[in-house]
């Protein structure tokens, strides 16, 4: 979670330290500690402890921002707290960041740097397919394949409504029929699905086949593997 994501309250095993918005105390060296300090609730009675009383001055803090570093920094540290704030605004505590150990952030920056590309990569993957989905139509396109072809792998009806309704595409899925879930429309979506994941066209067509054969080649496997899907429900 980034900074000033809402967690309403801490978990309760979860180890975490209070940022306080008003003037606080040790209750174990009997410190001042000021507003802002950094405190963490001991105990039944939920005496305040400052970092050096709780054993966790020797943590360093690492703000919430980099989900990647913070979960490997978490996942390399022996001991960790979650670092919270109240908001006087949102009525609840908003999470800041990690206390980890030093070690621990070192090795997960290292690790980041090394695949910092990939996960770029897989963002962008990830940002471009959320533009060119709409999830509501999609779902309703998936409904109309579960319905109209029980036998259908589970799983592959949203695979076959979310290749057919991509933004921009052009395919099946974009036609005003499509949109308005006719029948036809979705069947020519299920038989795409099936030429291209249940048969032999692909590498037909890779080995220069002109479309109209190759699709005649596999016409019967198609109506074969379409007439199973629909019949499931019978």
Same mark, same amino acid.
């Given at each position: 979670?980034?900074?000033?994501? /809402?967690?309403?309250?801490?978990?309760?095993?979860?180890?975490?330290?209070? /940022?306080?918005?008003?003037?606080?105390?040790?209750?174990?060296?009997? $410190?001042?500690?000021?507003?802002?300090?950094?405190?963490? %609730?001991?105990? #039944?009675?939920?005496?305040?402890?400052?970092? #050096?009383? =709780?054993?966790?001055?020797?943590?360093?803090?690492?703000?919430?921002?980099?989900?990647?570093?913070?979960?490997?920094?978490?996942?390399?540290?022996?001991?960790?707290?979650?670092?919270?704030?109240?908001? @006087?605004?949102?009525?609840?505590y908003e999470r800041q960041g990690l206390l980890? $150990?030093?070690?621990?952030?070192?090795?997960?920056?290292? $690790?980041?740097? =090394?695949?910092?590309? !990939?996960?770029?990569? +897989? +963002?962008?993957?990830?940002?471009?397919? +959320?533009?060119?989905?709409?999830?509501?139509?999609?779902?309703?396109?998936? =409904?109309?394949?579960?319905?109209?072809?029980?036998?259908?792998?589970?799983?592959?009806?949203?695979?076959?409504?979310?290749?057919?309704? @991509?933004?921009?595409?052009?395919?099946?899925?974009?036609?005003?029929?499509?949109?308005?879930?006719?029948?036809?429309?979705?069947?020519?979506?299920?038989?795409?699905?099936?030429?291209?994941?249940?048969?032999?066209?692909?590498?037909?067509?890779?080995? *220069?086949?002109?479309?109209?054969?190759? @699709?005649?080649?596999?016409?019967? @496997?198609?109506?074969? /593997? %379409?007439?199973?899907? !629909?019949? =499931? *429900?019978?």
């Open positions: 979670m980034g900074k000033g994501v /809402i967690q309403k309250k801490p978990k309760p095993n979860e180890l975490t330290v209070f /940022i306080t918005s008003r003037e606080s105390q040790c209750d174990e060296c009997g $410190e001042n500690l000021g507003k802002g300090a950094w405190i963490t %609730l001991q105990g #039944s009675d939920r005496k305040a402890a400052c970092l #050096s009383c =709780a054993d966790l001055d020797h943590l360093v803090f690492l703000p919430s921002g980099d989900m990647a570093l913070t979960r490997r920094s978490r996942k390399y540290s022996k001991l960790a707290a979650v670092v919270v704030k109240w908001s @006087r605004t949102r009525k609840c980890v $150990e030093n070690e621990a952030v070192e090795r997960a920056d290292i $690790e980041c740097k =090394a695949d910092a590309k !990939q996960r770029e990569l +897989r +963002r962008a993957q990830a940002a471009v397919r +959320r533009a060119e989905l709409d999830e509501e139509y999609i779902d309703r396109f998936t =409904a109309q394949v579960r319905e109209l072809y029980p036998g259908c792998p589970a799983g592959r009806d949203k695979v076959v409504a979310e290749h057919a309704c @991509r933004k921009y595409s052009g395919r099946v899925g974009r036609s005003a029929a499509a949109k308005e879930l006719d029948g036809n429309a979705v069947r020519l979506a299920v038989i795409a699905h099936i030429r291209h994941q249940e048969t032999d066209y692909d590498e037909l067509l890779f080995k *220069g086949l002109d479309r109209g054969e190759a @699709r005649e080649r596999v016409r019967r @496997r198609v109506d074969d /593997i %379409l007439d199973k899907w !629909q019949a =499931a *429900g019978s």
